[in-house]
Structure formats: C-alpha cells, structure tokens
C-alpha cells in the first residue's frame, strides 16, 4: 500500500492524537487499562493502553501492543479515508493479572474499498514485556496442540455451517486471546469465517486443555486465575455471585436486560430462534457465545421489542463449574445445597431443550443459576436467569 509523505505526516498527527486518552487517567497507583481512539469522519478506531507501569516497562508494553494489533496501519488507512469510505476498529480483552491479552478487529475498508474483517492480537508479561506464546501456556506443548488439532477435527468442524465461504481449521492459526474462561483461536478469513463473512474464531474452554496446562505458580494460567476456572472450591460461590451480580456469564458481551435487537444487529444470527417452554433460544456469530444461548420471551414472531432474559451455557467453564464435567456431589460442596431441585423427565426435558435429568436452583441476588444434570449427575447445561 503507498503512501505519499503528506499522508505519513497525516498519519503520525493522528497517532499522537490517538495517544490522548477516551476516559481514565494516567496518574493510576495500580496496573489497570484506559482506551484511546480516535474518530475521523466514517472511522472510528479504539484500543487499550496499560497505565500504572514503571515508566520504561510501560513504553515497552504499550509500544509492542502498538505493533501486534497494527494501530499505526489502520491509522495510515483513516488518513487515506478522509476522502470517503469506513473503518472500524475495535478491541476485546484486557488486564487477567500480571498478564495483558487482546484481541483488536478492523472492519470495513481495512486495504482495499472492498469491506473486509481482519484480527490483530497481543498477549504481553507485564513483569517483562515479553510476548507470551501458545505454547508458553503449557507444560507439555505438542500434546496441547495435538489435543487443540483433535478437538477442531472431531468436534468443532462437525458443527460448521456448510454455508461458510472458508472452514479450515487446520493447521492451527498464529493468533490468540486469552480470557478467564478459556482462548479464542484467531483466524484470518480465508481460512475461516463466519456466514456474515467475518474472519472466524473459535473458543476453547480451559478445563478441556486441564491436562496439557502449565498449573504451576509461576505459569501463565495459574497467573491469569485459570486454576479457579477449572475446579469447584471456595472461591466458586463468590464468582458465581460476582457473575450474577454482573448479570451476565463470564466473557460474555451481553447483559440481562440487553435489546434482543442490537445485540443480533451487532453479532448476527447463527441460526434461526429456537422456541424453548415459554421462550426462545437466540445464538449468535462469534466465538464469545458459542455454545451459549440468549434467552428471551415468546409474545411475538417480531422480537424488536424483546430483552435478554437470561442465558444458557451448553459448554465453557464458569467459577469453577466446568460443563461436561463437574458433578452434583461436587457443586453442591462448593455452593451447599440447592434452593431447590426439579426432576426433568424426556418429554419435559424436550420442551426445555436440556438432557432428561434434574436441574439444580441457586439465588444469588436477583438472579437464578440452574445447573442442569443428566442422569448420571453431571453438568450438561448452565443458566442464569432474573
């Protein structure tokens, strides 16, 4: 792509621009995060800056989040695009510990006119500023990446949409984001995208990795809090009440009380509404509800007036309750006994559109958790709900 010296001068303004601060303040005594950004005519450009670093740390860190994620390129094309066309960037992520992990999306006329979507990411130690790897992740890594291949292979690629325009899982993709709940896999378009032709992602949950993690103190997903994710103890109910303070599941961008409407608008449908007893079930693109359903009301065929009642997790790992794993006996040690417990024979279980079983009530607050069990006493789904 050229670009003439008027428009690099152009671009470095807006970088220092850009280096102003949307919200927050750099006097912080604590590592946290501010967002910086820009708006330029149909552009609009965001993105995360660590703040409460020793000075040459700080320049380190967020000089190499600078380069991973291509703020300077996307700076470059808004100046290009003064003249006429879009571009919006945007990040996910952030601070899990000692660690920082994002994930940065350009969509619209990232190098061309023609509307594209495109992943940057950065995953920085910020003891060292060092960038952290795949495989520093885990103690053994060819099993770990043998597993994640088997995983795509036999379980993820079964359930792609013969619809999408690319679907290749493997080999597996340079890019990454960490969260609480488990890593996304980034990947480029043509290797994978979604039916509204964005790039693809793909979310594994951590506990499905359990055996491969570097678990010891000083390893990454014991520092990013990995360990209280995967195993029900102590620590679950005060998660689980954080969460259901928050109303809204664990690296989900969604709350309880959210228009049913924006939110479709932004993430699209993966598939029609799936009517449930007294609802409907909504699944939407992208790897931060996959397997997990927003629940909403049943009144209409139309649902721009409907609200986010609740969600339901059919995979993921949230305070330690691990989906497909965790037994009754062992959440019913951590959070004692249940409210309540409802029996769900096969015809009742159809109308729910859970496994037959029991499922298990819990208040926290002003929101329920449901643990659904099949009849062996394991997890098969997680709900939380007003």
Not at 64 to 81: A, F, G, N, V
Not at 177 to 193: K, M, N, Q, V
Not at 335 to 364: H, M, N, Q
Request: hydrophobic share 40%; net charge negative.
């Amino acid at each position: 792509m050229k670009t003439s010296r008027k428009g690099l001068r152009l671009a470095a303004a807006l970088l220092a621009l850009c280096l102003l601060p949307l919200g927050g303040t750099a006097e912080e005594a604590a590592i946290g995060t501010e967002e910086k950004g820009l708006t330029l005519g149909e552009c609009v450009l965001t993105y995360p800056a660590v703040t409460g670093l020793p000075e040459a740390l700080g320049e380190t860190v967020n000089s190499r989040l600078l380069e991973d994620t291509r703020i300077p390129d996307y700076l470059t094309r808004m100046s290009q695009l003064i003249s006429g066309g879009s571009l919006t960037v945007g990040w996910t992520g952030g601070l899990l510990g000692d660690v920082l992990s994002c994930a940065v999306s350009a969509e619209g006329a990232v190098t061309s006119p023609r509307p594209a979507h495109v992943w940057t990411w950065s995953t920085i130690d910020l003891r060292d500023g060092g960038e952290i790897a795949l495989d520093d992740l885990f103690a053994d890594p060819e099993g770990a990446r043998a597993e994640l291949e088997r995983i795509l292979e036999e379980e993820t690629a079964p359930e792609l949409s013969a619809h999408l325009s690319s679907s290749e899982l493997l080999p597996l993709p340079e890019g990454f984001l960490l969260e609480r709940t488990g890593i996304t896999l980034l990947y480029p378009a043509e290797r994978l995208s979604t039916l509204s032709d964005r790039a693809g992602a793909v979310k594994i949950p951590w506990h499905r990795l359990r055996d491969w993690l570097d678990l010891s103190e000083d390893g990454i997903p014991a520092r990013i809090g990995v360990p209280e994710m995967i195993t029900p103890g102590a620590h679950t109910r005060e998660l689980l009440e954080a969460m259901a303070a928050a109303k809204s599941l664990a690296d989900v961008p969604a709350v309880i009380g959210d228009s049913v409407k924006e939110l479709t608008d932004r993430y699209h449908l993966l598939m029609d509404p799936e009517v449930y007893e007294g609802g409907r079930l909504f699944a939407l693109e992208g790897a931060s509800f996959q397997q997990v359903f927003l629940l909403t009301d049943f009144l209409s065929e139309s649902w721009d007036a409907s609200v986010v009642q609740g969600f339901r997790a059919y995979a993921g790992c949230f305070g330690g309750l691990c989906v497909g794993e965790t037994r009754q006996a062992d959440w019913e040690a951590a959070l004692g006994a249940p409210d309540s417990r409802v029996a769900f024979d096969p015809e009742k279980a159809e109308y729910w559109r859970v496994e037959t079983g029991t499922c298990d009530y819990y208040r926290f607050g002003g929101c329920q958790l449901q643990l659904y069990a099949d009849e062996d006493g394991v997890l098969r789904c997680l709900a939380l709900t007003e």
